[in-house]
């Protein structure tokens, strides 16, 4: 099973990764994350605003390793997951996809826990707000409703709604 986690920076998709990995090994199957993080371009090739990288461009993820990693392991483990701002961007890769998750949190949710993150030191409160605006723009699933799994990032994860949806 190939599963797709997408939605805002911040949201928690690695965190509901990471606890769908822990399940699945603990019931005996082989599972993998690949985060769409680890598949980014050289900084020197992605694009830039007001002279700041801009990792909330898709220009910034190989797309094409993403895919062709995630097409090679999907035959080598019984579930792959596949987390990322980016995760139903690319129509190769979401056709691939046997279940779709996106992870939604409110504007405000957003705001405070990208201001609390300090990984990557200041982040300027306009680069701040490019984040949320490209995830408007790119990071919004555009198949219909029905084809993917709204799962809340504002708390703690209704787990048994997603493993109900992930039939397992």
């Not at 599963?3 to 399940?23: D, E, Q």
């Not at 699945?24 to 900084?43: C, M």
Request: glycine share 6%.
């Amino acid at each position: 099973m190939l599963i797709g986690i997408g939605g805002p920076s911040r949201s928690g998709k690695s965190t509901l990764a990471n606890l769908l990995v822990t399940h699945f090994r603990k019931t005996g199957k082989k599972a993998i994350i690949f985060h769409q993080d680890d598949f980014v371009f050289p900084e020197t090739q992605i694009p830039k605003i007001r002279n700041k990288t801009d990792w909330e461009s898709p220009l910034s993820i190989d797309h094409s390793l993403l895919y062709e990693v995630v097409a090679d392991f999907k035959s080598r483990f019984d579930v792959v997951i596949v987390d990322g701002f980016f995760a139903f961007h690319d129509p190769w890769l979401n056709s691939l996809y046997d279940k779709r998750i996106f992870v939604k949190i409110s504007k405000r949710t957003f705001i405070i826990r990208k201001s609390a993150d300090s990984r990557w030191g200041y982040v300027p409160t306009w680069y701040i707000d490019h984040i949320w605006q490209a995830y408007l723009k790119e990071g919004k699933p555009s198949l219909n409703k029905k084809d993917y799994f709204i799962a809340s990032g504002e708390d703690e994860f209704d787990l048994d709604a997603v493993f109900k949806y992930l039939e397992c």
